[in-house]
């Protein structure tokens, strides 16, 4: 809605309603604001290569490839551990039925 404002748009007005000079305004104001796109990949990439390079607790957790933001890991965080390890047991027993 303050993207409206500024940009002087009516906020009931649908996207393809927009006339070419208010879609000019919005991507003005928005390149003006801000990274987009591939700025905004290689500006997240470089904080977090800053982080790894201090060697910061951040860092750390970057590294292993663990939750950063203080989520517990007793369980859960599968999406950013990875796959679960079988243990060596398990494994004997699969190789020993077959």
């Known amino acids: 809605r303050s993207l409206l404002y500024r940009a002087s748009i009516d906020f009931d007005k649908k ?11 919005v991507r003005q104001i928005l390149e003006d604001e801000g990274a987009v796109e591939g700025d905004l990949r290689k500006e997240v ?8 390079e201090m060697g910061s607790y951040r860092g750390l957790r970057h590294r292993r ?11 859960n965080a599968r999406t950013r551990k990875g796959p679960r390890r079988g243990t060596i047991a398990n494994k004997k027993k699969a190789a020993s039925k077959t």
Do not use: A, Y
């Not at 996207?15 to 305004?25: C, F, K, M, Q, V």
């Not at 490839?65 to 369980?75: A, K, W």
């Open 45 to 52: 990439s470089m904080n977090i290569k800053r982080h790894i």
């Open 15 to 25: 996207i393809g309603d927009l006339d070419e000079e208010e879609i000019n305004r």
């Open 65 to 75: 490839g663990l939750p950063v933001r203080g989520q517990r890991t007793h369980t």
